[in-house]
């Protein structure tokens, strides 16, 4: 086998325990039900007036209908039901499967109407990754049934291994994205103007009534005292989104640059009053190094170890 | 849950898992690192590009929302009550994707405006709301130039009526 070919094999396909697969499926759907789903009402998206309606990308290929209140209701409950599923992993490949498709229509719906959340485009996109996953396999009803009826269980393999490594390449492909879309329309202009302090200024307009209720706003005015500091701060959230690729591939890199992802989410939820991130919050979960220390052997990856919560 | 449960006996991922893998490469992994490197989007493919454009200076251009009862009163239409589903960022960023600057053709956000009024209407006959009963809506275009904690929010150095909209008589 080519050097390559070894290094895509050893990336993607490195046999890992199925469990931390199925944790991270766990969590991220229980965490987006009980951050997000189980606080608002996706059914009022039926209620946009029809002339704000502009219909974007498979909206528009496919002249999908806007749903009524009640046929928009009869969706997001068997999207909420589906989240459920995942998470407690019953029926998991139908639950995710209608999760994934569900969640585009539904979550995407909004994105017609001339504005975008676009923290919640990460959800159906990993949503999608873990129907094709065999994340049910550990850490699910459908596996403690499965033991009890048959008594098997799930064993180490390179299937557990991919589905982690592709959303954490997402995952690291929104910052990079973000980063190369500041250096596509601003250049280094973005880090050497005042361009992070007057977004500071901005959003306190923006987000009127956000910016007066949060405490953080003393934090934003101290920033925005400063320019020297904002401009070190652009500096650094640039640096940062640039680098997020390298988290992919450095395991000294990752214990830096994942916690700072985390502070520039926290720091645009305080400054920015952008607080969407909280969604897919569960993502996190992803970059945990599950049982890499108690894993005895040196060829095994992270999560191939610590065997015994193979329900 | 014995320690057998799980055994490491680096057994080659089976075809078919593998075939989920690549299926699954090609159409989340390949799009997503396109957009990422050449912008677009296509939802739910996105290059992530707000707070993306150079702000050089600290003015603000925003917009405000307000209704005319009768009598001619002002009402700010801030209210998320008022403006199921929109949240009031959110409504002036939609307007402004409508052309309510009207730079090409600002009839499609005039229609929504007649829209949204409405929605209002029907939804505080409905007793949804508890807001007075509007005759117009007003579309304002507020410039700042910004202050820390928005001190000068109510007093903007420029406020210029962008669209005025009220219910056909037929409605």
């Known amino acids: 086998m080519s050097a390559p070919a070894a290094a895509w094999n050893t990336f993607w396909f490195t046999p890992a325990a199925p469990w931390p697969l199925g944790l991270c499926r766990a969590g991220f759907f229980a965490s987006f039900y009980i951050l997000f789903l189980a606080r608002t009402d996706l059914r009022w998206y039926a209620l946009f007036p029809p002339e704000f309606y502009q219909p974007h990308s498979f909206f528009a290929w496919l002249s999908l209908p806007v749903p009524s209140w009640d046929g928009m209701g009869w969706l997001v409950t068997a999207f909420e039901i589906s989240v459920i599923l995942a998470a407690l992993g019953l029926m998991t490949r139908l639950a995710t499967l209608t999760a994934f498709v569900l969640g ?17 485009a990460i959800v159906p996109i990993v949503t999608g990754i873990l129907a094709l996953a065999p994340c049910g396999d550990a850490l699910s009803l459908d596996a403690l049934i499965r033991r009890t009826i048959t008594g098997k269980t799930a064993s180490t393999g390179g299937q557990y291994r991919w589905p982690v490594q592709l959303v954490r390449l997402i995952f690291v492909t929104v910052f990079l994205a973000a980063g190369l879309a500041k250096l596509r329309q601003a250049g280094l202009e973005w880090v050497l103007s005042d361009t992070l302090r007057n977004y500071f200024l901005e959003n306190q307009y923006v987000f009127r009534s956000e910016g007066a209720a949060a405490r953080s706003h003393l934090l934003a005015d101290w920033l925005i005292a400063c320019p020297g500091v904002c401009r070190v701060l652009a500096v650094v959230v640039l640096a940062v989104e640039l680098s997020a690729p390298a988290a992919l ?4 890199g990752r214990r830096w640059l994942i916690p700072l992802l985390f502070l520039f989410q926290v720091g645009n939820a305080l400054l920015l009053y952008q607080d969407f991130f909280f969604a897919y919050l569960g993502l996190y979960l992803f970059w945990v190094p ?17 065997g015994g919560m193979n329900f | 849950m014995g320690r057998h449960a799980v055994t490491f006996d680096g057994r080659p991922i089976r ?50 929302l307000v209704g005319r009862t009768p009598d001619g009163n002002a009402v700010r ?48 006959r409905l007793g ?44």
């Open chain 1, 249 to 252: 591939f450095s395991r000294h």
């Open chain 2, 15 to 64: 075809r078919r898992q593998r075939l989920a893998a690549y299926v699954a490469i090609l159409a989340f992994g390949l799009p997503s690192v396109l957009v990422a490197l050449v912008g677009g989007e296509a939802w739910p493919l996105l290059d992530y590009r707000m707070y993306a454009d150079s702000k050089p200076t600290s003015e603000v251009d925003w917009l405000e």
């Open chain 2, 128 to 171: 949804e709301h508890n807001g007075p009963p509007l005759d117009r809506i007003e579309v304002y275009r507020v410039r700042w130039t910004a202050q820390p904690g928005a001190a000068n929010f109510d007093k903007p150095d420029s406020r210029t009526l962008l669209q005025s909209v009220s219910l056909p008589a037929t409605m």
């Open chain 2, 77 to 124: 239409l801030d209210d998320e009550g008022y403006i199921v589903p929109f949240a009031y960022s959110e409504l002036l960023r939609s307007l402004y994707s409508l052309d309510v600057l009207g730079e090409l053709d600002p009839t499609p956000a005039r229609r929504a405006l007649i829209g949204l009024l409405d929605a209002y209407e029907t939804q505080r």
């Open chain 1, 290 to 306: 599950w049982g890499r220390r108690s894993c005895s052997s040196n060829s095994c990856s992270e999560g191939a170890g610590a």
């Open chain 1, 104 to 120: 585009l229509y539904v979550l995407g719906l909004q994105f017609n109407y001339g504005y975008l959340h676009w923290a919640h």
